[in-house]
């Protein structure tokens, strides 16, 4: 069986490892909890952990895996990060869907 939107060239092709790697990363409910939570700005961990009621060391591992998928930016204030949503990834998401599933 051949998928529609895989058999045409390599950049579609491409555009649906991508999709399947966001997938993933967003795939846990804490992770889109987290999401959730970064949707009204950026946040030290120590106010995610709150916020979404999970442990500190739990907070940063899926707060890498969701920066792995490049979901999130990262800006340091002193002793402590700020995690934010990457609009621009998350957009370029969306455009990414509007191709696979059509």
């Known amino acids: 069986m051949e998928f529609r939107c895989c058999v045409k060239n390599s950049t579609e092709a ?3 490892g991508k999709a399947y790697a966001f997938l993933r ?3 846990d409910s804490n992770r889109l909890k987290i999401l ?6 950026s946040k030290c961990v120590c106010e995610i952990v709150p916020a979404v009621g999970i442990s500190d060391k739990l907070a940063s591992h899926h707060l890498k895996q969701l ?4 979901l999130l930016v990262e800006k340091r204030e002193g002793k402590f990060i700020r995690y934010g949503l990457d609009k621009k990834a998350i957009n370029a998401y ?3 869907f509007n191709q696979v599933i059509k």
């Open 14 to 16: 491409e555009d649906v």
């Open 25 to 27: 990363a967003v795939s």
């Open 36 to 41: 959730c939570v970064l949707q009204t700005g």
């Open 67 to 70: 920066k792995g998928a490049g």
């Open 94 to 96: 969306k455009k990414i």
